[in-house]
Nanobody, 128 residues
Framework: QVQLQESGGGSVAAGGSLRLSCVAS????????IGWFRQRPGKEREGVAAVDGDGAPTYADSALDRFTVSRDNAKNTLYLQMNSLKPEDSAMYYC??????????????????????WGQGTQVTVSS
């Protein structure tokens, strides 16, 4: 059983930066998809970014050019560098590990059903 633990959230002013980390209790597949999701109150959970162990990262339109996702398999850690933060980025951020590679997830990498391990989340609040 793999357990995921997010950290790095906090409260920042608009335009600031945060770096989120997600540490796994055990190694996940080197090739399978690992992603970041976020959820705001009253809103649907949405995919932010994802990456395979050997592939290029992919991003939601809202994250493109501002966020960078990366993974360090040796440390069982996933990262999300967030720059130029906006108030609409405020959300609970979750990391998730999938059971196949990103391109093979039915319906797209951003589908929560494609991931079988989830962290408890870390809160990000961006003030205007």
């Amino acid at each position: 059983q793999v357990q995921l633990q997010e950290s790095g959230g906090g409260s920042v002013a608009a335009g600031g930066s945060l770096r989120l980390s997600c540490v796994a209790s055990a190694s996940t597949s080197r090739n399978y998809c690992i992603g970041w999701f976020r959820q705001r109150p009253g809103k649907e959970r949405e995919g932010v970014a994802a990456v395979d162990g050997d592939g290029a990262p992919t991003y939601a339109d809202s994250a493109l050019d501002r966020f960078t996702v990366s993974r360090d398999n040796a440390k069982n850690t996933l990262y999300l560098q967030m720059n130029s933060l906006k108030p609409e980025d405020s959300a609970m951020y979750y990391c998730a590990a999938g059971y196949t590679y990103c391109a093979a997830i039915y319906g797209g990498w951003y589908r929560a059903s494609g991931y079988n391990y989830w962290g408890q989340g870390t809160q990000v609040t961006v003030s205007s």
